[in-house]
């Protein structure tokens, strides 16, 4: 019973990692959220905060790289669905894009309120 656990978590392990890694090669955005944020990461240190600022600043760019990935999947989804032009399907790209810009917004408000105090 134990064993069977193990194999299915490590299952969806390596699956999530192919996934990762089918988004890093075709997706041009989740590249250049990564590079931004390395670059926030990075800044961190170049300003006075507490760990738990780095923390919370760090926290949030990896969660619009989490966007970034559901964006994506979510954009699959819908072409795999059909490649004809639907409101339906536009809404759905452009609600989860619009997720991507929230969270971004979010990670930029922490940005200004851990450098106004």
Do not use: Y
């Not at 959220?33 to 240190?45: D, I």
């Not at 949030?60 to 409101?87: K, Q």
């Amino acid at each position: 019973m134990l064993k069977t656990h193990i194999s299915h978590v490590l299952q969806r392990v390596v699956w999530s990692f192919e996934g990762l890694s089918d988004c890093w090669k075709e997706e041009r955005s989740l590249r250049q959220w990564a590079l931004a944020n390395a670059v926030s990461a990075a800044l961190t240190f170049a300003f006075e905060m507490s760990t738990a600022e780095r923390a919370v600043i760090i926290g949030f760019g990896i969660l619009v790289m989490a966007a970034e990935l559901m964006n994506t999947a979510i954009e699959a989804a819908v072409d795999h669905t059909s490649v004809e032009r639907h409101p339906l399907a536009k809404r759905a790209k452009d609600v989860a894009s619009a997720a991507v810009m929230v969270t971004a917004f979010a990670a930029g408000a922490v940005w200004l309120v851990v450098l106004i105090g």
